[in-house]
Every structure is written in C-alpha cells, then in structure tokens.
C-alpha cells in the first residue's frame, strides 16, 4: 500500500544517474521521482558489521545520495565470512573508513561519510539529526535503545534488524508511524537480564543469514524513502534459515495487548541484552549513559545461563600492555599472581601469543575444561586480537561467578606494536 514518501525530491536526474539506475527506474513504485527522492535522502547506518555490510551496499547500489556509517571498530579476519564490504586488504583498517572507501569505489554517484567513532550519549542525538533515516546493525542493546531513543526524539524512522547463527530478526520502529506509532518498548517492554545473553562469537553464525537480513532492512529504508510498500510497523519479521522459512509476528498495536508470546522472538534470535551491558535506561535530552563499546562480533541470544553472585571486590576493568608486562614481570618474580588467559581461536594464536598466557577459546569460557585453567577465586587477565572480545567475555565471567576479571586494553595487537614490535601482527 503507498505511503507517504519521507524524503522530498532532489533535482533532475543527470544522464549518469538514468544510465546507472536505469532497472530500478522502470519500476512503477520507484520511477523518476521515487529515483530522485532516493538521490536525496541521508540514512545513518550504525555498525558496519555483519548486517551493516549488506545494508550499505544495498544502499549505495541502489542510490542514496548520503550514506552515514557509525563504527568505532576495525577489521579482523575472523569479520570477512560475513562482513562482505571488506577485504583482506582492509584487515587492521577503521571499519567506518573501509567501508566508507569501498562504497565510493561501487558507486561514485554518491556521498559517503564516515563517522569512525563509539556512539555515546555526547554524540548521538548530533550524528542522528543529520540524517532521514536510522539502521541500526548493532550487538548490544545499551546503544540500541541510545540510538532508538535519540531517533525517537528527533522523530526519525529506527530500522532494526539482529541475527544468531541460522536465524534472523527484522522490524521497523517509528513513533511517527501508523496507529499511534511503534517504538522498542512495544517488542521488548523491558531489557532482559544479562544471564540471558550468547553471542556470535560464542554461538556463531552463517554469513548468508546476515545478507538475508541485511537485506530487507534495506528494503525498509527504500520503502520509507520513496513511498511504496508496506513497511514493518508494529510486525517482526522472524527468519529461519535452516528450514527457509519467514514469518511475522505482531506487536505493539498492531497486537492485543499481552498477546506477542514467548516464543515470537525465538531461542535463536535477539531479546536480550548483552552481558556487558545491563542497561536498561534510555536516553534523555543531555543524561544517559554512555554505552560500552560496539563490539561488532556479537548477537545478542536467549539461553540461559546460571549466574552466580559476584565474590570479593571488583577486579579493574582493563590493563594496559605496559602495566601487563609490569604484572608478568612480578609474577615471574613471585610478587603478583594472576592467570592470563588467551580467549582467541587456535590459528589466532599459531600467529602470535603472549608468553606466559593460557588457550581457553571464547565458546569455552563456561565449560569444566576452563575450570582446570582458571578458577573462579583467580585473579584472571583476558586477551584476544584488538580488546574487543576479551571486554564481553570479562562480563560474561564477571555474571559467572568469577570475582577479580580485567582485560588487556588494544589485546595482543597493542601488545605487539608497544611492547614486543618484533612479533607477528595480523
């Protein structure tokens, strides 16, 4: 059913744009007007990950004349299975950079702007103004509801989407939209706690799932932008990709109350929030706080795990290399004692590894195995490539049992370039 368009029309198409653009121009919904409208709209894409890949390609391929991308992050080899806007030449480069560079090369017809920086409280309601549109790919849902609360401030349409292992999530909030509107709150009244929470890089998941996702998330966007179609106001479009199917589920006022149930947002899909996180406040003109780091590596999933109190006095959150090589050097001298634990996958470490530091992979922080290894009385150090993994795996600890958990701050990459130059950088 046609909608209001969002975004008015530029100017005419120049002979490069009809040539380019020339498939999507002969359709009915789309045309001249729809194609100059598209050339005219600014969509903000936070997180250049997993679904952010397929979004901004999408995006750019099909137009948009100013692609906004929010990435605090850098590329890992471990990203390429399913970040498909990069590769192996970008490895160690800015996401948002990278992302930005390939854009321009697929589509010089358009603007890109790179936005290489964490989302925060301080930032967000500026970054988002400037654009029509919100997409938001992300893993945690501190800047979830950051990003949704500053979208419903500033009345713009939030696009979400989430994936874990063969499953996949898609809807479209809007407090400006039909019946009343639809905002987070209507999908998730309140943040799930954090013994709920797995993630892709514990769980996994198959990269054509996130193109599939990605995908529709950008047929939302064009759908808003030009007018046409039935966006997913108030419906959860919930995709299973081993037995290829896709359904929707209702919510908000599109619902009776009460009646979303259990399993509308599946064991294998994304209503909880991150173990690093917790947050469960939203954004308020000038408060909020900042959420942690967008990992970019992780979904978040529903499965339970125990979560014991927490023992003895919180551990600092972070360590730098200098004052790891400080600590290794005590311990060697008998004077400090802590276990430091590599959490990245075995190839990683055949390329390089702190001496002194033991192998328990992320997806096996929680089994008896890593027991043998790290107690939970432990004073425990945990690394991985860039700090990324080792933040969210110091939390899921931490909501373990485990009492005195910090991670080395940059992971073995600073380790490298600060304090032993003369080892493998990947």
Not at 14 to 24: D, E, F, K, L, M
Not at 75 to 80: A, C, I, K, M, T
């Amino acid at each position: 059913m046609p909608h209001v368009p969002l975004v008015s029309p530029g100017p005419p198409l120049t002979p490069a744009q009809r040539q380019r653009y020339a498939r999507q121009l002969s359709l009915e919904q789309v045309g001249d007007l729809g194609q100059r409208r598209l050339a005219a709209a600014r969509v903000l894409m936070i997180g250049a990950g997993g679904l952010g890949s397929p979004v901004l390609t999408a995006l750019a391929a099909a137009g948009v004349g100013t692609l906004g991308i929010v990435d605090s992050d850098s590329v890992e080899v471990s990203n390429l299975h399913r970040q498909t806007i990069y590769s192996m030449a970008d490895l160690a480069l800015p996401k948002a950079e990278a992302a930005a560079a390939a854009l321009r090369a697929h589509n010089p017809l358009i603007e890109v702007v790179a936005h290489q920086t964490r989302l925060t409280a301080a930032n967000v309601l500026a970054l988002i103004d400037d654009y029509d549109i919100v997409v938001d790919g992300t893993d945690n849902f501190a800047t979830r509801h950051l990003a949704h609360d500053a979208a419903a401030l500033l009345h713009k349409p939030y696009i979400w989407g989430s994936v874990l292992r063969f499953d996949g999530l898609v809807t479209t909030f809007w407090v400006d939209g039909p019946t009343g509107g639809t905002r987070l709150e209507d999908l998730f009244p309140s943040t799930p706690g954090a013994d709920e929470a797995e993630t892709c890089a514990m769980a996994g998941v198959l990269g054509s799932v996130c193109a599939g996702v990605g995908a529709m998330m950008a047929s939302e966007a064009l759908k808003l932008i030009v007018g046409f179609g039935e966006p997913l106001f108030g419906r959860l479009l919930v995709h299973d990709g081993l037995d290829a199917s896709w359904r929707e589920v209702p919510y908000g006022a599109a619902a009776p109350a009460g009646t979303v149930p259990a399993g509308a947002v599946p064991a294998a899909a994304d209503p909880a929030a991150d173990a690093a996180t917790g947050v469960t406040g939203h954004l308020e003109p000038a408060a909020a706080a900042d959420p942690p780091r967008d990992t970019s590596h992780s979904q978040v999933h529903t499965h339970p795990i125990p979560v014991p109190p927490h023992a003895g006095a919180p551990a600092p959150d972070e360590v730098t290399s200098a004052e790891l090589a400080g600590l290794l050097a005590d311990r060697q001298a008998g004077t400090a004692d802590f276990v430091l634990v590599d959490i990245r996958e075995p190839w990683e470490r055949d390329i390089v590894a702190i001496d002194g530091s033991a192998l328990v992979p992320m997806a096996q922080l929680l089994t008896d195995e890593a027991r043998t290894v790290m107690e939970p009385d432990d004073r425990i150090i945990l690394y991985c490539h860039h700090g990324t993994r080792s933040e969210y795996a110091r939390e899921v600890l931490r909501d373990n049992g485990w009492s005195t958990v910090s991670h080395l701050a940059g992971g073995v990459d600073d380790w490298v370039r600060r304090i032993e130059p003369e080892k493998q950088r990947y």
